[in-house]
T-cell receptor, first 113, second 112 residues
Framework: SQQGEEDPQALSIQEGENATMNCSYK?????LQWYRQNSGRGLVHLIL?????REKHSGRLRVTLDTSKKSSSLLITASRAADTASYFC?????????????FGKGTLLTVNP | DAGVTQSPTHLIKTRGQQVTLRCSPK?????VSWYQQALGQGPQFIFQ???????QRGNFPDRFSGHQFPNYSSELNVNALLLGDSALYLC???????????FGSGTRLTVV
């Protein structure tokens, strides 16, 4: 079963604009990760935020985490055509014998030149 | 520093056949996880191998099996293929206790 739910399912913006994607999840987590996937190929790890962190930055990426609401957001600033991809959140659930990542269904981002 | 290598990249099989997919982890990683990604969906966890044993399994039937070799590489075997097994199969490696997953480019399996 999939834990995360990304919102929106699809997002289309112009180059230079900011893109915000949201993720909700259901259980307690150790951390939450965001991945990018181009054209149904492999996943590229973007950023990891731990359960005791509220905000994290990496280049043009900003991730927030609200564990009380079980939600996260990914902001991509000054978007580029090359940012066109599917974006997935994945949770690493807390619990001693859990080793898997649980993914949402993803947000398809299209950045128009 | 080689990343995760998966082979083959594409595969077409007939219903009822068996298939083996292969994964070489990133240098320095000792743990391999397999995921199935159907079209338009997020990846679903199949199982994870560590120290040549299956450490955790997702909600997949016994037709899905795996193996990890002493050099940490891994195989995913699927028996009695169904049309619904058509998907992108992703391998991810990590270092036990550290986390930080590196994904391969995947194997696209089509069952006809």
């Amino acid at each position: 079963s999939q834990q995360g739910e990304e919102d929106p399912q699809a997002l289309s913006i112009q180059e230079g604009e900011n893109a915000t994607m949201n993720c909700s999840y259901k259980t307690s987590i150790n951390n939450l990760q965001w991945y990018r996937q181009n054209s149904g190929r492999g996943l590229v790890h973007l950023i990891l935020i731990r359960s005791n962190e509220r905000e994290k930055h990496s280049g043009r990426l900003r991730v927030t985490l609200d564990t009380s609401k079980k939600s996260s957001s990914l902001l991509i600033t000054a978007s580029r055509a090359a940012d066109t991809a599917s974006y997935f959140c994945a949770t690493d659930e807390s619990g001693g014998s859990n080793y898997k990542l649980t993914f949402g269904k993803g947000t398809l981002l299209t950045v128009n030149p | 520093d080689a990343g995760v290598t998966q082979s083959p990249t594409h595969l077409i099989k007939t219903r009822g056949q068996q298939v083996t997919l292969r994964c070489s982890p990133k240098s320095g990683h000792d743990t391999v996880s397999w995921y199935q990604q159907a079209l338009g969906q997020g990846p679903q966890f199949i199982f994870q191998y560590y120290e040549e044993e299956e450490r955790q399994r997702g909600n997949f039937p016994d037709r899905f099996s795996g193996h990890q070799f002493p050099n940490y590489s891994s195989e995913l075997n699927v028996n009695a293929l169904l049309l619904g097994d058509s998907a992108l199969y992703l391998c991810a490696s990590s270092l036990a206790g550290i986390g930080g997953y590196t994904f391969g480019s995947g194997t696209r399996l089509t069952v006809v």
